[in-house]
């Protein structure tokens, strides 16, 4: 069975960095894109950053130059690191996993597996 637990969120100031952790287990494929997704109050889910099994990464336009998404194959954890948070990141974060080689696509429906989430707020 995969499991996904995410970690590292909290309350930052605007500015301040943080760094959230995805752990994996329980997957056997060769092939895998890693997402980590978003979902504010009020507001739908939204695909922040994506990685592939090639370690390939794409970004929503919003995140792009602040965030940085990596994985640890030895340690089956995919990280998301968030600098120069602003109020608007404040959201739920879910990390969420599909068996698709390369080319992740941004479409929540596309990954099967989901962690529990972990919460960022950012006050300005």
């Known amino acids: 069975q995969v499991q996904l637990v995410e970690s590292g969120g909290g309350s930052v100031q605007a500015g301040e960095s943080l760094r959230l952790s995805c752990e994996v287990s329980?997957?056997?494929?060769?092939?895998?894109?890693m997402g980590w997704f978003r979902q504010a109050p009020g507001k739908e889910r939204e695909g922040v950053a994506f990685?592939?099994?090639?370690?390939?990464?794409r970004y929503t336009t919003s995140v792009r130059g602040r965030f940085t998404i990596s994985q640890d194959n030895a340690k089956n954890t995919v990280y998301l690191q968030m600098n120069s948070l602003k109020p608007e990141d404040t959201a739920m974060y879910y990390c969420a996993a599909a068996q698709i080689l390369w080319n992740c696509p941004e479409g929540e429906y596309e990954y099967k597996y989901w962690g529990q989430g972990t919460q960022v707020t950012v006050s300005s």
């Open positions: 990685i592939d099994t090639f370690g390939s990464q």
């Open positions: 329980g997957y056997t494929w060769s092939s895998r894109c």
